[in-house]
């Protein structure tokens, strides 16, 4: 049994998942699409950003409550919810599993988007290897640094990547009020009126499931606490209550880097794309649309400054993207019950999918080499599996101990939060299927 601590200050000592987490959060979904959804709309649809960041970390929380209180993994604990099951090897799974183990595929697609914006990046920095040849090999090191390392190897890579990226982004927003392109309070509040440019629908569906906490992040959230060791509480009320703590004091650690790390580059978007007309990018090339942003504030020499950031930035994601894969995936199959567990089973399926998931996601790249359009494809899916998840944090929480289950203010913000949700995509999707006369 792991000894929970008992003040913030030791708690914060325990602080971890969430620098995980983000390095897989801050990238694809800030540092790509939400500038280009500031390019497209301006300031209007900063109120919608805000949304993402800040509405989805408590169905983090709650689905995060449940696990650490049952030790159970996300899926087996999604294998309880009610509905029709299967039964593989003596293992059920719920369809609510089976949709989750479908969404594999358009995931896996946003990997290969994402491994081609690592690779535009990185043709800019070296360009005597081409973009298809830094996609082989930014898929051939991340297979590479996961084959070799740890959960602890990984949580120190991502933590330096993650500070600095978030710094810099922040520095370079501030910076940009001594230009043209200064943001005023009219424009901030003109995004928060709640206005919604359909035309852009499918973008901001896409920049809804992928910036801030995706239900892919919030799945492979559950996977690093268990690894840290929050669920490690021996059964003792008192440890669990204070594990719990500890993982919402993560979370809160989860909000504010996302925030920052966020926030900034929709501002950029916003008031430097915006300006210069730059949606959609010329050519699909995001990293060079992205870098107008920089330049435009620093001057050309920000180029070089650019351009390393934003490798290293979207590699991070790129990386702990495929761990949390390789946690996901393993469970997947052996919840189903397509695989049967055995003492080292899940750490063999770990080092197995470490490769496999790279392979993929370069052949997705190759077949559709468009990063936008993959990454839109994964970023639309996340989004329409959020209201799954919020669905599973109401009813899962419900079934804890009265002392383990959130306080009815929390309840009541996950009802909400879902309403919201199935009201969002809804009229979304049909604005793109009908559309507004």
Request: aromatic share 14%.
């Amino acid at each position: 049994m792991n000894k929970a601590p008992s003040s913030l200050i030791q708690r914060l000592k325990f602080i971890g998942p969430s620098i995980i987490v983000t390095g897989s959060v801050v990238g694809s979904g800030s540092i790509a699409l939400s500038p280009l959804l500031g390019a497209a709309t301006g300031f209007a649809l900063l109120w919608w950003l805000l949304l993402s960041l800040w509405s989805k970390p408590l169905i983090q929380a709650e689905i995060s409550r449940y696990v650490i209180a049952t030790n159970k993994t996300f899926l087996e604990a999604f294998s309880d919810m009610p509905g029709p099951k299967t039964n593989l090897r003596g293992k059920q799974a719920s369809w609510l599993v089976w949709f989750m183990f479908v969404g594999v595929v358009p995931s896996v697609a946003g990997m290969g988007g994402l491994a081609g914006a690592v690779a535009e990046a990185g043709h800019m920095m070296v360009p005597i290897l081409s973009t298809e040849t830094w996609v082989i090999t930014a898929c051939f090191i991340t297979w590479f640094i996961l084959y070799l390392g740890t959960y602890q190897t990984l949580e120190k890579l991502l933590l330096g990547m993650v500070f600095f990226f978030s710094v810099v982004t922040l520095v370079i927003a501030i910076a940009m009020q001594s230009t043209p392109y200064a943001i005023t309070g009219s424009q901030v509040l003109g995004g928060l009126t709640f206005t919604f440019p359909f035309e852009h629908a499918a973008l901001a569906l896409a920049v809804f499931g992928f910036t801030g906490i995706s239900y892919g992040e919030i799945m492979a959230y559950t996977y690093w606490c268990l690894e840290k060791g929050y669920a490690k509480h021996g059964d003792d009320l008192n440890q669990v209550k204070a594990w719990i703590k500890v993982m919402q004091t993560d979370v809160w650690a989860t909000v504010f880097f996302v925030t920052i790390g966020t926030l900034p580059f929709f501002l950029l978007g916003a008031a430097v794309l915006n300006t210069l007309g730059l949606y959609p990018p010329p050519d699909g090339d995001i990293i060079q649309t992205l870098l107008n942003m920089f330049t435009s504030i620093l001057g050309t020499w920000a180029k070089w400054f650019f351009i390393p950031l934003a490798f290293f930035v979207l590699f991070s994601t790129l990386l702990s993207g495929t761990a949390a894969f390789t946690r996901t995936i393993s469970d997947y199959l052996i919840s189903i019950g397509f695989v049967d567990e055995q003492k080292n089973t899940r750490k063999q399926l770990i080092k197995i999918i470490a490769f496999v998931i790279p392979l993929f996601s370069c052949i997705a790249y190759f077949l559709l080499p468009n990063p936008i359009t993959l990454l839109l494809i994964a970023g639309i899916w996340a989004a329409l599996g959020l209201p799954i998840i919020n669905i599973g944090a109401i009813y899962l929480t419900s079934k804890l101990s009265m002392e383990l289950q959130p306080k009815p203010i929390t309840r009541m913000i996950l009802w909400i939060t879902l309403i919201l949700q199935v009201s969002m995509a809804l009229l979304i999707l049909y604005s793109q299927i009908i559309g507004f006369s």
